[in-house]
């Protein structure tokens, strides 16, 4: 078969000439039109497929603020109860009162164990939410945000254990760690890019 237009050899059934785009009427009535000659195709999305849009640093500035006065709310009772043991333990050692350098002294063990507590319970805290079904913490779920691999999918509780130790990283120097989420292509904080997460606005 031969293109009407150029005169071109093409093959039975193909829709469009190969060499000058003209229609050579081999589908039927009702098959889709081919793109101008020259022009490129265009491909529809996957199904299911959904445009991610990054949460800045801001929203995630609000969100972790949220987070806190949550876990305030939690970790105050703790503190409360380990001091008042302490001082109850200590109240009724002959002298204790008199000796500022001993009371200092015997207030860091009750310091180390209340800042390992309150650092385990963050760690639970945001790794459990995170790779929850809400892919979010209570901070980020009040503002429609989530926690994804780079694929926009659920995390594991591994994967989003790694990224909370990360954070470790982004707030030892200086926090810069956690400021680079306002201008990283992907809105991603240091952390996120060590454990290869990206925090989303969620799709309604």
């Not at 400021?179 to 292509?185: L, V």
């Amino acid at each position: 078969m031969f293109c009407s237009k150029c005169g071109a050899n093409v093959a039975e059934g193909v829709a469009f000439c190969s060499n000058c785009g003209q229609a050579t009427g081999g589908v039927s009535a009702g098959a889709a039109a081919a793109p101008a000659y020259g022009a490129a195709p265009t491909y529809p999305a996957p199904a299911g497929a959904q445009r991610m849009e990054y949460a800045g640093f801001w929203l995630r500035f609000v969100a972790i603020i949220i987070d806190i006065v949550a876990l305030a709310l939690v970790t105050f009772p703790i503190r409360l109860v380990v001091f008042a043991m302490f001082g109850i333990h200590h109240a009724f050692r002959p002298g204790f009162g008199e000796r500022p350098d001993a009371l200092l002294g015997a207030m860091i063990p009750a310091l180390l164990f209340v800042t390992g507590v309150n650092f385990i319970i963050h760690l639970l805290y945001f790794s459990l939410f995170e790779s929850s079904a809400w892919q979010a913490t209570l901070g980020k779920k009040a503002l429609g945000l989530a926690v994804t691999d780079m694929h926009g999918r659920r995390i594991s509780f591994g994967h989003a254990l790694g990224r909370n130790l990360a954070k470790i990283i982004s707030g030892l120097i200086l926090f810069i760690g956690y400021m680079m989420a306002g201008f990283t292509e992907k809105k991603q904080a240091l952390h996120d890019i060590i454990a290869g997460t990206l925090v989303i606005k969620q799709m309604s």
